[in-house]
Nanobody, 128 residues
């Protein structure tokens, strides 16, 4: 059974950086598109970033584009989210998600219902 374990969250001042990691168990990682989502208290889960199965294509929400970078390391079964220039509004629980298979190696997915496996989440808090 595939499991995802996020790490790297914490408390940081506005303008700082954090790097989130999501380690996947199982043998489907290289054949999976991956995504990062976040959920703030009282709000719905929202899309943050996505990467295709091959790692060649990525997409970002408007709110994080230019500040966050998603990357996928198939050799390490890990997906990363580098977060720079953090803002208080980035405060949320961050979740990684996995979608094994898919239509093509270059497709990424931006909706939560397109993903099959979810991690437990890691808290990111940005102070002003």
């Amino acid at each position: 059974q595939v499991q995802l374990v996020e790490s790297g969250g914490g408390l940081v001042q506005a303008g700082g950086s954090l790097r989130l990691s999501c380690a996947a168990s199982g043998r489907t990682f290289s054949n999976s598109a991956m995504g990062w989502f976040r959920q703030a208290p009282g709000k719905e889960r929202e899309f943050v970033a996505a990467v295709s199965r091959s790692g060649s294509n990525t997409d970002y929400s408007v709110s994080v584009k230019g500040r966050f970078t998603i990357s996928k390391d198939n050799a390490k079964n890990t997906v990363f989210l580098q977060m720079n220039s953090l803002k208080p509004e980035d405060t949320a629980v961050y979740y990684c998600a996995q979608r094994p298979g898919g239509y093509s190696a270059s497709t990424y997915y931006t909706r939560p219902n397109q993903y099959d496996v979810w991690g437990q989440g890691t808290q990111v808090t940005v102070s002003s």
